[in-house]
Structures are given as C-alpha cells and as structure tokens.
T-cell receptor, first 112, second 110 residues
C-alpha cells in the first residue's frame, strides 16, 4: 500500500534532549513538508523540501532541523533550542509543490 | 487580517441536515484550493479539491468565488460520521506557500 508513515506515534523526552521524528513516503512524491499543530489551532509549516538535497524554512523553523538525503525520507529533529516543543507533528507529501498534500498519521511529542 | 479565515463554529446540526461552511482568503494570487477534514487527534485527510466551476462529490459540493475571494463547502444529508473539523486550504501562485485555515468544527447529532 502506498502512503506516508511516521514513527513513533507517541514520543516522550526530557527537556534539553534532541529528538528525531521519522517520516517516510512511498508515493514517489517530490515535495515533503513538516507541520506543527497545537491544541485548537491550525497547522503551521516548519520546513519543506521540493526535491532531494534541498529544503527551505517555513514559518516556524527556529529550533528545528531537517535533512532530505533520499526522496522517500524527510526526518525532523527537534532540538533543545525549541522553546515549546510539545505538540502534534505532521508530515505530508505532494507530487509537486502546489499539488494537494497527503498526511502521515502524526507524532505526538511531549517534552517535560 | 488572517490570510485564510474560517468560522471556528462549532456547528451543531441534526442528522439529515444541510450545512454550509465558508472560508475567505486575502491573497488574490491564490491559485488552488482544497477542503480537508480532520478527526479528533488524527491527521487531516483530503476531502476534495475546489475547482473554478464548482464541483460535487456525493453529498459534498465545493464552490469557489474568486471575485469575492471565498470558497464554500456544502454538506447535504449530514451523517453522524461527518462530525469532524473541516479545514480550508489555499495555495498561492508563484513561490511556495500553502495556508491552512484553523478549521470549522462540525457536530452531527442523532
């Protein structure tokens, strides 16, 4: 089955620790995205990538980093510099930029 | 003014009712439009794209009014399973920008 997978579903970390969230897609999509959603709020773009080995900052990139070494994979690292990391993190992909996006099931990160 | 605005609701309707959501966008360079639904604590799922001439998918009808810069979603014969948050999504032309509305919450009751 084609789709987007994210792991883990739930993640708990202590303050000061970096953590990496996984996102994999087998849809052969060029573009991939990371969003953050806080309770009762809309999605905010963290980073996006239109092609392998290229990525751009979104609206709230501070405290996050990404890589795009393979077309299928777009991992997100939440660093200790991110002041409020507890949130629901969603990865998405689209065939090209500006096409409809398809989302993975998300990772709920809790940092205490 | 927000780039994409939706009435947050909640809309509480009985089964079988018709309900309509509107979404306004501020950038006239907006190029493509979508409606997504998001269930509680789940990922958003594409419901339908919105085309200039309007389009229908079963009980769902989407309309675009470029002159007034709004899109709408009409749900006919509401089902309990339609209860969700509906997100309006706008892509801007040229450059890369996808904007998600904050969503409209719908509760369909028996």
């Amino acid at each position: 089955d084609g789709g987007i997978t994210q792991s883990p579903k739930y993640l708990f970390r202590k303050e000061g620790q970096n953590v990496t969230l996984s996102c994999e897609q087998n849809l052969n999509h060029d573009a991939m995205y990371w969003y953050r959603q806080d309770p009762g709020q809309g999605l905010r773009l963290i980073y996006y990538s239109q092609i392998v080995n290229d990525f751009q900052k979104g609206d709230i990139a501070e405290g996050y980093s990404v890589s795009r070494e393979k077309k299928e994979s777009f991992p997100l690292t939440v660093t200790s510099a991110q002041k409020n990391p507890t949130a629901f993190y969603l990865c998405a992909s689209s065939l090209r930029k500006d096409y409809e996006q398809y989302f993975g099931p998300g990772t709920r990160l809790t940092v205490t | 003014r927000k780039e994409v605005e939706q009435d947050p609701g909640p809309f509480n309707v009985p089964e079988g009712a018709t309900v309509a959501f509107n979404c306004t966008y501020s950038n006239s360079a907006s190029q493509s439009f979508f409606w997504y639904r998001q269930d509680c604590r789940k990922e958003p799922k594409l419901l339908m794209s919105v085309y200039s001439s309007g389009n229908e998918d079963g009980r769902f009808t989407a309309q675009l009014n470029r002159a007034s810069q709004y899109i709408s979603l009409l749900i006919r014969d509401s089902k309990l399973s339609d209860s969700a948050t509906y997100l309006c999504v706008v892509n801007l032309a040229g450059g890369f920008k996808t904007i998600f509305g904050a969503g409209t919450r719908l509760f369909v009751k028996a």
